[in-house]
């Protein structure tokens, strides 16, 4: 006679706690829930000015936005009516160009050697410190120096204007290439240096890369903060009626600029122009904004892959 054994029932395992259920309790679902209005009202309060200054300066200026706007020549007579601020377009352009080409890569050698090789030592709190004076000096301040040390000796011209914005620039890019560098993981120079790699290589193509999508956002501050600058240039570079190209010799003019002397007329010709003046510089930073999020999302790509 054979019996059959039959295995015993297993035990019944615990339930588990979903971990979709929320174990917080009313207090801090309360607290959660008043960080986020906060934030959300945060939010509000900062992009509602923002729309109804950009908008009001749309109204405004959308008329006066031609191609003869942007190309012809500034009325000599500066009361008369119509069309004319190529010549602030160009020199916008040039001197806020040439500033860039200066300040931009030396801010970013200056971020490399505040955070790789000095970041502890004299020199480089020294010269951490000489940047956050810089960021907080008034622009007419950076102008009137410019005055002083080149405009006396060799003239006004669009160079003069280009290296004060240069100097306005330049903390700005040294201080967001430090903490964008700060920010890179330090996994990522130990492994480059496990696999032989020397601190330029790595900084070159390892750190810099990392830290690419905010070193252009913090170049793209500097940059916008120049273009709308206008007391600087008031003692550097002048005001033209007729287009110049020419960065190293006679005056210029901008849009800040002639924004800043249009303004100032009570005759609805220059007030036209003041706003339209206006609305080209808004469209000048938004054109160049896109432009360095499209770089930042190359960079962050190519960084993933």
């Known amino acids: 006679m054979s019996m059959t054994m039959t295995p015993p029932a297993p035990a019944p395992t615990p339930a588990r706690p979903s971990i979709r259920r929320s174990s ?44 003869a706007f942007l190309t012809d020549d500034i009325p000599i007579l500066s009361r008369s009516e119509g069309p004319g601020m190529g010549p602030a377009v160009v020199g916008t352009l040039l001197i806020t160009g040439a500033a860039t080409v200066m300040a931009v890569p030396l801010g970013v050698l200056g971020g490399i050697y505040l955070n790789e090789y000095s970041a ?15 960021t907080g000096v008034p622009s007419i301040v950076m102008g009137l120096f410019i005055y002083s040390i080149w405009v006396l000796r060799f003239g006004v011209s669009g160079f003069a204007g280009a290296l004060a914005l240069g100097c306005l620039m330049l903390p700005v890019v040294i201080r967001t290439t430090e903490e964008m560098l700060k920010l890179v993981a330090p996994e990522l120079r ?19 890369p990392a830290a690419a999508p905010g070193i252009v956002s913090g170049a793209l501050l500097a940059v916008a903060r120049a273009a709308g600058e206008t007391a600087p240039l008031l003692f550097t570079i002048l005001t033209v ?16 600029v002639q924004i800043f002397r249009n303004a100032q007329q009570v005759f609805p010709g220059p007030q036209q122009r003041a706003w339209g003046a206006a609305l080209t510089l808004i469209a000048i930073v938004f054109i160049f904004t896109l432009l360095s999020r499209g770089l930042s999302a190359v960079f962050s790509r190519k960084h993933r892959v």
Do not use: C, Q
């Open 24 to 67: 917080a309790g009313p207090w801090r679902s309360a607290k959660s829930a008043i960080a986020s209005t906060l934030i959300v009202g945060s939010l509000v309060v900062a992009i509602v000015p923002l729309v109804l200054i950009v908008g009001y300066v749309i109204v405004r200026g959308i008329d006066s936005i031609s191609w």
């Open 190 to 208: 130990e492994s480059a240096y496990a696999l032989g790699g020397r601190k330029a290589g790595t900084i070159l193509r390892v750190v810099l």
């Open 120 to 134: 502890r030592t004299a020199l480089g709190r020294v010269v951490r410190f000489l940047a956050e004076v810089m």
């Open 241 to 256: 009626n007729a287009t110049n190209t020419n960065l190293f010799h006679g005056p210029n003019t901008t849009l800040s």
